[in-house]
């Protein structure tokens, strides 16, 4: 069984840098194939991807947020997303999902349930 | 790398059908056969309900289906329920490894 869940503050002033941290478990960063990626949503608006980190460590991001993201595997079945100079339009629920290429190709199968994260001084 | 277009609203009556379009460019959603799409209810966690374009995860009622003629893929979903309001997102292969989703569709179930 695949699950994944996100963790990190809810409350960022600006300027500052977020760090969120996926936990997932049921299947292996190492495995052919398979990804972790990051997307987020502002309130009432729509989905936005992020970044993805591959099986074999190859990281993409976003073209328009790449400057201030960082992706990376901490090999503890733990994905860890980092933005850097976070500012208010930065709030909204930050989701990480599941990728598997040889399953569901480019499509995000299993996700968290998301962590909200507020950007205010 | 644009947001794909999707219409803002919808709306089908129980019973009825509707189609929400999602149109991008030659270089995602014309270039792949990966387009998938999520539905995602209020409070919720997005659904994976179409991927590569018109398959179906398992589990997934075949009322819902997918398509994609050039530039422009497309869900339908049969005999509407209740359940079905929600808001829908595509989502294309862009190339060099990375995704972009649409703007949302809010479906209202009449």
């Known amino acids: 069984q695949i699950t994944l869940k996100e963790s990190g503050p809810t409350l960022v002033k600006p300027t500052q840098t977020l760090t969120l941290t996926c936990t997932f478990s049921?299947?292996?960063?190492?495995?052919?194939?398979?990804?972790v990626g990051w997307i987020r949503q502002p309130p009432g608006k729509a989905l936005e991807w992020l970044a993805l980190i591959y099986w074999d460590a190859d990281k993409r991001y976003s073209p328009s947020l790449k400057s201030r993201l960082t992706i990376k595997d901490t090999s503890e079945n733990q994905v860890v997303l980092t933005m850097t100079n976070m500012d208010p339009v930065d709030t909204g629920t930050y989701y990480c999902a599941h990728r598997d290429y040889y399953n569901s190709r480019w499509s995000f199968d299993y996700w968290g349930q998301g962590t909200l994260v507020t950007v205010s001084s | 790398q644009s947001a794909l277009t999707q219409p803002r609203s919808v709306s089908g009556s129980l019973g009825q059908s509707v189609t929400i379009s999602c149109t991008g460019t030659s270089s995602d959603v014309g270039a792949y056969n990966y387009v998938s799409w999520y539905q995602q209810h209020p409070g919720k966690a997005p659904k994976l309900m179409i991927y590569?374009?018109?398959k179906r995860p398992s589990g997934v009622p075949d009322r819902f289906s997918g398509s994609k003629s050039g530039n422009t893929a497309s869900l339908t979903i049969s005999g509407l329920q209740a359940e079905d309001e929600a808001d829908y997102y595509c989502c294309s292969y862009a190339g060099s490894y990375t995704v972009v989703f649409g703007g949302g569709t809010k479906l209202t179930v009449l």
């Open positions: 049921g299947f292996s960063l190492s495995t052919s194939g398979v990804g």
């Open positions: 590569d374009v018109n």
